[in-house]
């Protein structure tokens, strides 16, 4: 019975310690709460850069509110940007393209897109992007949520219940999500294939050259040189893995299909359009210009 007891009071002060808490400790009491392993939470925020990401709660939360710019990924130096990475990366390309029989275009495209071809991959600790959105239904979290989106549409009060309508079934996705990706990310620890302690991605918590979830290293990505690693900061392993990705979730022969599994990866409309704006200028070759005679 001084068991059971025990464990009650351990519960019920984790709950407390969560409960209406935005800092780092009340995220890893809540994701202890949820299962996620006390050892595990340990070595993630034993680090100098662990630490609760506010603004990884706020993007995560309200960034519906504002549609996304691409319009960077296709100017004219974006596009000769990818043209050398492609010809610097030709045979792996064709190579990929051949394997998952996706277009090389496309899969350029979406490693420019997300990391500017492994040039920017995030600098937000991943665990702690996390832990952090794990608190996104919190009432604090909400209230901020809620405001700013007000702040930001230029609203008036009138909206504020439907907006919050909105934010709470958001915010409660979210959270699901978040943990369901540190579950993931406890997994690859365990497997101790990569340093997940001092892991840095977006602020989505996605990592590497193509931008990976968790979720998405552990069901998609592959070896794609061959040494035996999955490594996400490797060319090779990025492009296949893109390709990987793709093929696995749906790409097809139609455009149809294409479209499918590039949302499939992203789902937003203004990212699938961008892939396949750039992927478009990238097949164009130059016009040959006429001898005279």
């Known amino acids: 019975m001084?068991?059971?007891?025990?464990?009650?009071?351990?519960?019920?002060?984790?709950?407390?310690?969560?409960?209406?808490?935005?800092?780092?400790?009340?995220?890893?009491?809540?994701?202890?709460?949820?299962?996620?392993?006390?050892?595990?939470?340990s070595q993630v925020t034993n680090v100098a850069d662990a630490a609760f990401v506010a603004k990884a709660v706020r993007i995560n939360i309200t960034n519906f509110a504002k549609a996304p710019d691409y319009s960077w990924s296709w100017n004219s130096a974006s596009v000769a940007s990818v043209k050398d990475f492609m010809k610097a990366n030709d045979t792996l390309l064709n190579s990929a393209q051949r394997k998952y029989r996706v277009a090389k275009e496309v899969i350029a495209s979406i490693l420019w897109i997300e990391s500017r071809c492994g040039k920017i991959t995030g600098t937000y600790h991943v665990p702690s992007v996390f832990l952090s959105v794990l608190m996104s239904n919190d009432s604090v979290n909400v209230d901020e949520s809620v405001a700013r989106v007000l702040s930001s549409q230029n609203l008036d009060s009138s909206k504020a219940d439907s907006i919050r309508t909105l934010i709470v079934k958001r915010a409660e996705r979210k959270a699901n999500w978040a943990r369901k990706e540190l579950l993931a990310l406890q997994n690859i620890h365990r497997r101790k294939v990569m340093d997940v302690p001092n892991l840095h991605g977006s602020w989505a918590g996605a990592f590497g050259f193509p931008q990976f979830l968790p979720s998405s290293y552990s069901a998609w990505a592959v070896d794609g040189n061959g040494d035996g690693v999955i490594d996400l900061y490797n060319v090779a392993d990025a492009a296949k893995s893109i390709g990987n990705y793709l093929h696995t979730n749906g790409w097809g022969r139609t455009t149809q299909q294409h479209r499918k599994a590039v949302y499939h990866y992203n789902n937003s409309k203004d990212y699938v359009?961008?892939?396949?704006?750039?992927?478009?200028?990238?097949?164009?070759?130059?016009?040959?210009?006429?001898?005279?005679?």
């Open 2 to 41: 001084r068991v059971l007891a025990a464990f009650v009071v351990f519960n019920l002060l984790s709950v407390a310690a969560y409960a209406g808490s935005t800092d780092l400790q009340g995220a890893i009491a809540k994701a202890r709460h949820h299962g996620i392993d006390s050892a595990f939470l």
């Open 273 to 293: 359009d961008a892939v396949f704006k750039l992927a478009k200028l990238l097949s164009k070759h130059p016009t040959k210009k006429k001898k005279r005679r």
